[in-house]
């Protein structure tokens, strides 16, 4: 759907913002007429104001249409209408033997018009060439199922299916649940109730791999009311497992810590890692991870990692203000 060049007219600030801009026009056609002569300034004012509001008068009733039209004619038809509102100014004052201007000033606003209507245009086509780039960037960055976990977790199913196990139906189900996080939309979101049950989905079929070598322990301190991009815990959760646990011999525990620190959330997913071992594997999966969540929330959001004491750490850095539903 194309973008209306005045989509947001009817509100009081593109209205206010409108008028201020007039006013400082109506002052800069002053001191170039008159230098700083009240009269002119009062009545140059008096008419910028009205040839503003009856362009928004007219553009309003078609923003439907305009929606629905290329940015170029767009921006010809606000051209013409600030045009037509200029020549009803002008044809009114002509009736009431009202003239402070001459034609050159007519043919002034028409110009100011104009270039009104092309720097409309540049910003929106800049505005759109922007949320273009940021949509290729959000599928460039969308979570995406591992081929390798794929695989090992249709093994792990094959395998429940021969002994049938019971779990079989539930792993089905666990699967499915990921498949559909994962086709979903590359700019959706969902509860971060919603994400923990992926992350539990993603633990049981992990745990049917590695058994008791795996354990998850999720401390929620306090519930987050936030909505968070579709899978955007998940790869960090994988790279606990895969390169964390995986390596032991003994497996580990991934740990999994919601806080809630004055004015941010602080997200964490924590694993041992083997000896020598300072990055916890995580390749590409952190600055994916840190890049959606500047795209969700803002860039004061930030991804930390640290090692001590043979524990990796991962944490998620989200100021509330820019996610909690309720703020």
Not at 72 to 83: D, E, F, H, T
Not at 138 to 165: D, E, G, V, W, Y
Not at 184 to 207: M, P, R
Request: hydrophobic share 50%; with cysteine; charged share 15%.
């Amino acid at each position: 759907m194309q973008q209306s060049l005045l989509l947001n007219a009817k509100q009081s600030k593109v209205v206010l913002i409108a008028i201020i801009a007039g006013e400082l026009l109506a002052l800069v056609l002053t001191l170039i007429i008159s230098g700083l002569h009240w009269d002119m300034f009062a009545v140059l004012s008096f008419v910028i104001q009205w040839h503003i509001l009856l362009t928004l008068a007219g553009v309003a009733p078609l923003q439907p249409l305009l929606k629905t039209l290329a940015l170029p004619v767009q921006a010809i038809l606000v051209w013409l209408i600030s045009i037509l509102s200029a020549l009803a100014i002008q044809l009114f004052s002509i009736a009431i033997e009202f003239q402070p201007f001459s034609s050159a000033t007519f043919g002034a606003a028409i110009i100011i018009s104009a270039a009104t209507s092309y720097s409309l245009y540049q910003h929106k086509h800049a505005t759109r060439l922007t949320q273009l780039a940021a949509k290729a960037q959000a599928q460039a960055l969308s979570a995406r199922i591992n081929p390798h976990f794929l695989f090992n977790t249709l093994n792990s199913i094959a395998s429940l299916a021969a002994t049938k196990s019971t779990k079989t139906e539930e792993a089905v189900l666990a699967l499915a649940e990921m498949f559909r996080a994962s086709l979903k939309q590359d700019n959706a979101t969902h509860s971060f109730n919603d994400e923990l049950a992926l992350i539990e989905d993603y633990i049981f079929l992990e745990q049917l791999r590695l058994g008791e070598r795996l354990t998850f322990t999720c401390d929620v301190q306090q519930q987050p009311k936030l909505d968070v991009p579709v899978m955007l815990l998940q790869p960090l959760v994988e790279n606990a497992v895969k390169h964390g646990i995986a390596p032991l011999t003994n497996g580990g525990e991934v740990r999994l810590t919601i806080k809630s620190e004055a004015d941010y959330w602080r997200i964490s997913v924590q694993n041992p890692v083997h000896d020598g071992s300072k990055t916890g594997g995580l390749g590409i999966a952190l600055p994916i991870t840190e890049a959606r969540l500047k795209l969700a929330f803002g860039e004061e959001s930030r991804v930390i990692r640290s090692v001590h004491n043979n524990a990796y750490l991962v944490s998620l850095i989200i100021r509330k203000n820019n996610a909690d539903r309720d703020s």
